[in-house]
């Protein structure tokens, strides 16, 4: 056999990518190769997947079919993606529960496993991750004044979903170490 270097002429041979071949035809097995593709790059949740075979025209029914099998081979566990997004996103990005919660509830994860995930993180874990954000922005807010120095501090904390109690308590906390007067912080900072 005499191997050429041109490409079969019916665009279907052995050696013909997947490209050239063209979507498949079968609903099916289009949904699959969507999912996948999908898959390839980062976890998804089932919602996620959903949407984006509707986007792309595939019958519902398809749709839940190879959703389901996906969910029963393991390729989509909502339960295991919420839990790594909650350790990722609070060690990395210093989000709080709640910040955490509305992300996931955006990526259409269930809220009994929203609940489990975010409990991953207890009172502790999340207020020394605020007093590390904190500290981080501390030094490039010297020579502010305190109104300003505290507004801002305590605006990181509330963008990354911390509640107004823990993100004012690690505040007055960081500036009282720093030598700020424990006096003028109760006025603004009531313990």
């Known amino acids: 056999m005499v191997w050429s270097a041109s490409p079969p002429e019916s665009g279907g041979g052995p050696f013909s990518s997947r490209a050239e071949q063209g979507p498949p035809s079968d609903p099916e097995e289009r949904a699959r190769a969507i999912c996948l593709r999908l898959l390839t790059g980062t976890p998804r949740t089932r919602k996620q997947l959903a949407d984006a075979l509707r986007r792309r025209e595939v019958p519902d029914d398809v749709a839940e079919h190879v959703l389901s099998r996906f969910e029963d081979v393991g390729l989509i566990d909502d339960a295991a993606f919420a839990s790594a997004w909650v350790e990722s996103r609070h ?84 500036l009282e170490e720093e030598g700020e007067n424990a006096e003028f912080l109760e006025d603004f900072l009531p313990e």
């Open 91 to 174: 060690h990395g990005r210093g989000l709080a529960r709640r910040a955490l919660a509305r992300e996931l509830r955006t990526r259409g994860v269930e809220s009994g496993l929203i609940d489990e995930a975010v409990n991953q993180l207890d009172s502790e874990q999340e207020e020394q991750t605020a007093r590390t954000l904190v500290e981080r922005k501390l030094a490039s807010t010297r020579g502010l004044d305190r109104d300003r120095r505290i507004r801002r501090l305590a605006g990181i904390l509330a963008r990354k979903g911390y509640g107004e109690g823990l993100a004012l308590r690690v505040v007055r906390r960081a």
